[in-house]
């Protein structure tokens, strides 16, 4: 079987977030995410809300990956990856609302990146990787918050790009393919954080 230099980075990639719960922009180790506040699941409501939080993070990843496998078809159009990116964008906002519940230290912070979503028609992506990648446009809040918020910000600016370039033209497929790569090596992050 042969593998794709561009498949075999993305695989190494996700496998080192899985392993070392790291991420292209930093890591959170295991001791760490064992030390960050959060609200107990105590009832019967809170326990279905996390269970079904769980299903909707793999379904993230299935999609993610999908996405991502999809990019590598020289058919596929910016509309179909847009909208790929929009039921990522989606299941993120369900996944941030448990964040909220479970790490309430986070709930500014979430709810301001969620508000990203209301400009992605006019955002330029310089400002979209200023304000919400680079947290410029948000309130300080502790590390643990910066993962989950990735859920939402990553495939947001998947639709940015592809708005920008409708062509999907080589260095804006890389763009995603990054995009998308970056944010899975996230997902391990936030399962420890919000589900577990």
């Known amino acids: 079987m042969s593998i794709s230099k561009p498949s075999l980075f ?116 310089d400002s979209l990787e200023k304000d919400y990648h680079h947290d410029g446009a948000l309130p300080k809040a502790p590390s643990e918050c910066y993962h989950t918020k990735d859920l939402f910000v990553h495939p947001a600016t998947v639709i940015v790009l592809t708005r920008d370039d409708p062509s999907l033209n080589k260095n804006t497929r890389a763009s995603i393919n990054l995009e998308i790569s970056e944010v899975l090596a996230h997902t391990e992050i936030v399962r420890q954080l919000v589900i577990y």
């Open 10 to 125: 993305i695989c190494l990639l996700i496998l080192a977030g899985l392993t070392h719960l790291s991420y292209a922009s930093g890591t959170m180790n295991e001791d760490e995410i064992k030390n960050v506040d959060r609200i107990e699941i105590s009832d019967e409501d809170a326990r279905q809300r996390i269970s079904i939080t769980a299903g909707l993070l793999a379904d993230y990843e299935i999609a993610a990956k999908k996405l991502i496998t999809n990019l590598e078809n020289g058919s596929i159009t910016a509309i179909d990856i847009s909208e790929q990116a929009r039921t990522l964008l989606d299941l993120s906002e369900n996944v941030i609302n448990s964040a909220q519940y479970r790490l309430p230290q986070c709930d500014e912070y979430l709810a301001k990146s969620l508000m990203l979503k209301d400009s992605l028609q006019y955002i330029s992506h």
